[in-house]
Structure formats: structure tokens, C-alpha cells
């Protein structure tokens, strides 16, 4: 089992940069496949990125695509979101998740196919 623990948000301006992080303690990070997903007020939460268990694939929202990248340290057992551009529309608790097992390129996206969360980090946006 692994725990997963968001940090780095906070409250920004619009055309702002912002990097998340995701530490992960219990298991070795590079055993889980990982993805960034968000929740906005009053909405479902939504696939945002995902990164494969070497980090050499990863997979964006076509929202965040160009502004959002995807990165992981396994050495540091730690997932990054940097996040440039920021735009009001970014305003949500961004959550890590992991997922173990074969996962395909498809499954990314799937909030059901993760097995750990994190509790959240908020970021808001301001115009």
C-alpha cells in the first residue's frame, strides 16, 4: 500500500506557474502508474495527467495540453505538475492518485482504475 500526499497549491494569478508535488511513503513509487486529476467547485472530478511507471509516457487532458507537464522522481518517490499558464478555469483540488498493475494507455484517463489517493492540494486562480 502506498500513501499519497499533495503539496504546492495555493492561490495564484492568471497567467501564473505553479509545480505540484505528489510524495509518495510505503512503497516505491515506480511501482505505480500516476496520474493528476482535479475537482472543481460543484463539479465531477477529471482526469488531468498521467505519467507510466518509467515516466517515458505521458498522457494530458486536451484543457491542460501545451500548459501542464507530467513528470515523476522515483529516486525521490515523488510526482510533479507543473503547471504554466494558469487560467481561472484551473481553479480546483488537484489530487494524485496510483494506480498498480497493467495499465494501458487508455486507463489513464479512468478515475476507477487507481487504487491510492491523496487527500487534495487547492489551487485557485484569480483573473
Known amino acids: 500500500q502506498v500513501q499519497l500526499v499533495e503539496s504546492g497549491g495555493g492561490l495564484v494569478q492568471a497567467g501564473d506557474s505553479l509545480r505540484l508535488s505528489c510524495a509518495a511513503s510505503?512503497?516505491?513509487?515506480?511501482?505505480?502508474?500516476m496520474g493528476w486529476f482535479r475537482q472543481a467547485p460543484g463539479k465531477e472530478r477529471n482526469f488531468v495527467a498521467g505519467?507510466?511507471?518509467?515516466?517515458?509516457?505521458?498522457y494530458y487532458a486536451d484543457s491542460v495540453k501545451g500548459r501542464f507537464t507530467i513528470s515523476r522522481d522515483n529516486a525521490k518517490n515523488t510526482v510533479y505538475l507543473q503547471m504554466n499558464n494558469l487560467e481561472p478555469e484551473d481553479t480546483a483540488i488537484y489530487y494524485c492518485?496510483?494506480?498498480?498493475?497493467?495499465?494501458?494507455?487508455?486507463?489513464?484517463?479512468?478515475?476507477?482504475?487507481?487504487?491510492?489517493w491523496g487527500q487534495g492540494t487547492q489551487l485557485t486562480v484569480s483573473s
Open positions: 492518485a496510483a494506480a498498480s498493475g497493467f495499465f494501458l494507455s487508455l486507463d489513464y484517463a479512468s478515475e476507477g482504475k487507481y487504487h491510492y
Open positions: 510505503g512503497r516505491t513509487l515506480s511501482s505505480y502508474a
Open positions: 505519467i507510466s511507471r518509467s515516466g517515458g509516457s505521458t
